[in-house]
């Protein structure tokens, strides 16, 4: 397969139109970082705000961990009253929270009820004033406390940071409130909250926050980074199906115009890592599938073997969907070595007839019966080691960091009471979820899921939400061309084409049996696949009727048409409510 002009101009447009897209007002670059970590009960420090003010609400900026503390008010820093408990629970983690006051004070004394939290910043507001901060006329600490991490000035030292409202951009959101702050405390040697899921996606949200700061840009740039290379990906995988620019574009094209591929890879979360090594070992899975041990050395077939077993193991350790589709690589790897076998039986069927006369058939026929157990031998030999040893030492290496900052640090005991909790987590979850669904519901979109829903410092009939479902276009006929590539491949015997439906149902099947609460955002994983599958459709429309051309240019048109008008929930762009209401909202499961 090589690349022509025509698809690099084709890649690179596409790419770094969806990069721009999805790089605007990703969230903020800029958050606090110096904080507070208090070590024990009864640790205190007061504030000082120069002269007496009516407070009417203090904001804070949370840290990882949660506890409670207590605010009291006063004129004169011997006696306290209005006292004020305050939880600092796992939501609060990264965002911005607001606690209405109403109280008249010079000074604010912050006592500790229960450690185990950290805060980063601090703001008190008065009443009826502007949204500016109060200046700190000074911060005395409890000179016999000894934090755990920093010191109470730290809280209100970086002011010019704190943003007149809280949303997306300088919050975490929906499940970030984990991910991100799990990604933080693997860098920093505490031992992690999110434990349900493996720890390798978070490790990569990780590294965005080490590169850009501890900020929503920080733990957002590394997932949006991965939903930007999907796009070539996807063009490079279907170059090699179709073998036209014009369809490795068009499913290009649609993947960047899908809504769940835009929402899913904008938010600090861990399925966008899965999602792309799924796709990774599945092309390489296709490259192997294709080639022919009788035809090509035995080494340069397992190379993409080898390929495809090390993103098995990288998506593995990122989330365990991955698994799914471990299930569709054996069985690409079966049909071929069924058909390799087909071969061989054949070859020793013409040997025994003795009827070649060409010489070249001859020697790879006796090629074929004197080398088939041999390289399949070797090849079913390679796959334990690229499928199986190699994705266990990435995953038991994934949990390096968690476990090292556990009191008994990385052990094998560990690593398997890891594997034990995250089971039984996901087995055994039997809760309920507004927003959850059914893996029937998902390719018809029953049930979004509103990822973020903002109010503050919006004007009068204002709204911002982010919400994740798929571009209603491609998800509602992606499903039954889905069907119509399973039915007409096998009728066909296009097994080259094989990958496009044994990949998606390989990942969609499990959840069929999966007893736990599920949401729409699982169907991710299928998305490409389908495209793929809607894509060739298109083809086989194409070559059968010239003028159906027409019929793909005005299925984009439309496409890219929705996308723009499903942008502002998308992105969390303020907008009118109404149009939301009466535009967006085709049906009443769907809230946001």
């Known amino acids: ?65 949660t506890g409670k503390f207590k605010l009291e008010f006063s004129e004169f820093p011997e006696v306290w009253s209005s006292p004020l408990d305050v939880s600092e629970d796992v939501g609060n983690v990264f965002i911005w929270k607001s606690q ?48 755990k991490r920093g010191e109470p000035a730290n809280l209100f030292d970086e002011q010019s940071l704190i943003p007149e409202y809280s949303n997306f951009m300088n919050s975490t959101y929906f499940d970030e409130i984990y991910h991100a702050r799990t990604a933080y405390e693997y860098t920093h040697g505490i031992v992690p909250y999110e434990n349900t899921h493996p720890p390798l996606g978070k490790l990569l949200i990780a590294v965005g926050m080490e590169l850009f ?46 809504f769940m591929h835009f929402t899913q890879t904008r938010i600090s979360t861990i399925d966008v890592y899965g999602v792309f090594f799924i796709m990774l070992m599945f092309y390489f899975m296709q490259r192997y599938y294709t080639m022919n041990f009788f035809r090509q050395p035995l080494r340069k077939t397992l190379i993409p073997l080898f390929w495809s077993g090390l993103f098995f193991g990288i998506g593995v350790a990122s989330k365990w969907i991955v698994l799914y589709g471990g299930a569709g690589l054996a069985i690409m790897l079966a049909i071929s070595l069924f058909e390799r076998y087909r071969e061989y039986k054949a070859s020793g069927r013409l040997l025994a007839e003795g009827k070649i006369k060409d010489k070249e058939l001859l020697g790879t026929c006796r090629e074929a019966v004197n080398s088939f157990w041999k390289n399949t031998i070797i090849t079913l030999a390679s796959c334990v080691a690229f499928f199986v040893i190699i994705p266990v030492i990435i995953y038991s290496l994934s949990f390096v960091p968690g476990l090292s900052a556990s009191a008994e640090g990385f052990t094998i005991k560990g690593l398997i009471d890891s594997q034990k909790n995250m089971y039984n987590y996901h087995s055994q979850l039997v809760a309920t979820h507004p927003f959850a669904s059914s893996w029937w519901q998902w390719p018809f979109m029953k049930r979004p899921v509103w990822f973020f829903s903002g109010s503050e410092g919006l004007p009068q009939g204002q709204v911002s939400s982010i919400v994740t479902m798929g571009n209603p276009l491609i998800w509602w006929t992606g499903i039954f061309a889905m069907l119509a590539t399973l039915w007409i491949t096998l009728k066909r015997k296009d097994k080259t084409l094989y990958m496009i439906w044994i990949a998606f149902f390989s990942q969609y099947v499990p959840w069929m049996l999966v007893p736990r609460e599920t949401f729409i955002y699982h169907y991710f994983a299928m998305v490409p696949f389908m495209i793929l599958g809607i894509v060739y459709i298109m083809k086989l429309l194409d070559s059968k009727y010239p003028e159906a051309r027409y019929v793909s240019y005005v299925y984009v048109a439309v496409a890219l048409l929705l996308f723009v008008a499903f942008y502002p929930v998308l992105s969390g762009m303020q907008v009118s409510g109404d149009y939301v209401k009466n535009m967006l909202r085709w049906f009443p499961s769907w809230v946001f």
Do not use: H
Not at 3 to 28: H, M
Not at 41 to 55: A, H, I, R, T
Not at 113 to 134: C, D, H, I, K, W
Not at 225 to 239: D, Q, S, T, W
């Open 1 to 65: 397969m090589k690349f022509k002009r025509i698809d690099w101009i084709c890649i690179l447009a596409i790419t770094a139109v969806y990069a721009a897209i999805a790089l605007y007002n990703l969230g903020s670059t800029k958050s606090p970082e110096t904080l507070w970590e208090p070590a024990a009960s009864g640790e205190s420090f007061y504030v000082d705000l120069g002269q007496s003010k009516q407070l009417e609400r203090v904001n804070i900026f949370g840290g990882v961990g």
């Open 100 to 147: 209405p006051l109403n109280v008249a004070a010079r000074y604010v004394k912050f006592t500790v009820t229960s450690p185990g939290f950290t805060l980063n910043e601090m703001a008190f507001y008065e009443q009826g004033g502007e949204r500016v901060p109060l200046s700190i006329a000074g911060v005395t600490p409890d000179a016999n406390a000894v934090a």
């Open 213 to 258: 700061g501890v900020n929503p840009f920080g733990w957002r740039i590394i997932g949006t980074l991965f939903g930007i290379a999907m796009l070539p990906l996807i063009y490079v995988m279907a170059l090699r199906l179709f073998k036209k620019s014009k369809y490795a574009a068009l499913a290009t094209g649609l993947f960047a115009l899908d």
